[in-house]
């Protein structure tokens, strides 16, 4: 869940491209099924490790967007 981009196939075809965290808060999504499938502890698990993932990654783009304008 610590990856800039997650890609779901099915049956050979893309059916999700994007940040896990994304894709974790998509009512219906495949990926959320999946997780959703390992348990509501391991699933509150992995969403926490994809929202930590996903805030750190913005937070230091928000900054470095910041420090060019600068």
């Known amino acids: 869940m610590d990856s800039d981009k997650v890609l ?3 049956a050979g075809q893309m059916v999700e491209f994007d940040h896990p965290h994304m894709l974790l808060k998509k009512e ?5 099924g999946m997780v959703d499938q390992t348990g509501r502890a391991m699933a509150e698990t992995l969403a926490r490790v994809a929202m930590q993932a996903y805030n750190k990654k913005h937070s230091k783009d928000a ?6 304008v600068l």
């Open 63 to 68: 900054e470095e967007t910041e420090k060019s």
């Open 8 to 10: 779901v196939m099915d």
């Open 28 to 32: 219906g999504g495949i990926l959320r």
